[in-house]
């Protein structure tokens, strides 16, 4: 079993001894004691107060300024510290691979049964080749360590990969972690790829480096202990990645239905890349956003007809028996069938025709999102225009839809006829940047209907405004259900649970 690891980092004995009661109660199988973080460290008194009152197993760690640390002094103080940890009846202590041989020479033989050596490498400004892992990997184990670690640095989300394959191919216990955000899927797959432990800090500020998820994120939503050599991987690419909602909905999900997958934030540079690097079978889907929906086309094997028509996929399915990646869009029924039922809502027409057909529709985008809306809306019936920040953009989808072109600048005083209906498919007033907004308040009194398709916040700058100006809303949550539903059942092949799917959304929307 994979371990969690807790890193204490706390800048007090007595905060740390409160950190370590922490990470017991949030489920961490260790802690690891960062005794360079210490600010006024008493190697006599500290040290034995903090293992022997440790809830859980601990990691030593005294991590000189020179490896990424806090610690300034010489090393003969440091080693002293660590020998003495290793006395106290510490289970583990790291050192650098620097100075390895040199600690490793001044500490007896006869080590306590349960006692593990960590011999630790880290690189801060990239990931090194395979072969230089591997190399990495032979010249830890040569000091004689216990456990090789090795941290690196993702500079691209393709890097994981090459620590992925050292992994499995490592005779030894190894821990094997890419920093930084690009690098978060080595943290959470270290079960998969038979990394000895993970790191989870206790909350967001308590972090001992980069992209380290919190335990609650690891045990509560990732389902960490569920994770094994054959769970199947799916995530969500995009850039940005992290204000997404959909790794908590899907895993929920996931394990109620009781599917073997994990669902990861997927923080992606280059679609054609990661696809190329990410070939293997257990890598079964993906669900695609901004920026990358309309590339998404291209990149695909087959392409379902209807996310050609609209000239973006928003889901990515390698089939099992040839991986060919098949592309598929869920957008344009989940956008459709919420602004339909938004408008069945404010009105009596009747079911016998779409309650689209005939109206005014402005789409406000014309990316992957905004070509789903303005082509569903014109398969319904709709008069679709189209209003963008690059107006070219503008115009060529509104060219496929039949329609008419717009500038963002154009919405303010766009007022053709009354009841008309408003989509906004861009980014705009999604978390982090919930002020923006694509049209002035003054301007929403001429319409009967706005749908937003961002769901973070659940109320958008945009909603609100509209709610206030006496006008009918639809908000992105509905949107985001109905097309995540689509995509689970592509991704799982079962039935998507509705019901718990919407319980998810409302609560952590």
């Known amino acids: ?273 990661f696809l190329d690097t990410y070939l293997s079978p257990d890598f079964v889907g993906f669900s695609c956003s901004l920026p990358h929906k309309v590339t998404a086309v291209r990149c695909c094997n087959i392409v379902h007809p209807v996310a050609m028509s609209i000239g973006a996929v928003n889901t990515l399915i390698r089939r099992p028996y040839d991986g060919k990646l098949v592309g598929f869009n869920t957008d344009y029924i989940g956008s459709i069938s919420a602004i339909e039922d938004g408008i069945k809502g404010s009105s009596a027409k009747g079911d016998a025709v779409s309650p689209l057909a005939g109206r005014l529709v402005v789409v406000v985008g014309a990316g992957g999102a905004g070509k789903a809306v303005a082509f569903g809306a014109a398969e319904k019936g709709a008069r679709v225009v189209v209003a963008n920040r690059t107006y070219e953009r503008a115009v060529t989808l509104a060219k496929e839809v039949g329609g008419q072109a717009l500038s963002l600048a154009e919405l303010a005083t766009f007022h053709p006829e009354e009841g008309m209906i408003l989509a906004n498919a861009t980014s705009l007033g999604m978390y982090p940047n919930v002020d923006g907004t694509p049209i002035p308040k003054e301007a929403l009194r001429f319409y009967n209907l706005v749908f937003d398709a961002v769901y973070a916040p659940k109320v958008t700058r945009l909603l609100r405004e509209a709610q206030e100006s006496g006008v009918s809303t639809v908000s992105g949550v509905e949107m985001f259900v109905r097309q995540a539903m689509g995509q689970f059942e592509h991704f799982t092949g079962m039935d998507a649970p509705e019901s718990l799917m919407r319980e998810i959304a409302m609560k952590y929307t």
């Open 1 to 273: 079993m994979t371990l969690v690891c807790a890193p204490v980092v706390a800048t007090t004995v007595e905060e740390m001894e409160r950190d370590m009661a922490k990470a017991k109660s949030l489920g961490a199988d260790l802690v690891e004691i960062r005794l360079d973080f210490l600010r006024h460290f008493q190697p006599d008194i500290d040290l034995p107060r903090l293992i022997s009152n440790r809830p859980l197993p601990v990691l030593i760690t005294f991590r000189p300024n020179w490896e990424g640390g806090q610690y300034q002094g010489d090393d003969s103080t440091r080693f002293s510290v660590l020998r003495s940890a290793i006395e106290l009846g510490a289970e583990y202590v790291d050192i650098e691979l620097k100075v390895a041989e040199k600690f490793i020479s001044t500490i007896p033989d006869n080590r306590p049964d349960n006692f593990k050596l960590i011999v630790s490498s880290h690189n801060y400004e990239f990931t090194p080749s395979c072969e230089e892992l591997s190399d990495l990997v032979a010249r830890i184990q040569a000091t004689g360590a216990d456990i090789v670690k090795i941290a690196t640095t993702a500079l691209d989300i393709c890097d994981v990969a090459r620590m992925f394959q050292v992994m499995v191919h490592c005779h030894a216990p190894i821990i094997g972690l890419v920093m930084s955000e690009r690098g978060l899927m080595s943290r959470i797959l270290a079960p998969k790829f038979g990394g000895y432990l993970t790191f989870g800090k206790l909350d967001a500020e308590k972090e001992s480096a980069p992209g380290q998820p919190t335990i609650t994120e690891l045990l509560d939503i990732y389902n960490f202990r569920q994770i094994t050599a054959d769970t199947k991987v799916i995530g969500l690419i995009a850039n940005p990645v992290k204000q997404s909602k959909s790794p908590i909905l899907h895993n929920k999900c996931f394990k109620a239905v009781g599917f073997s997958g994990v669902y990861l934030p997927l923080l992606t540079d280059d679609l054609a890349k």
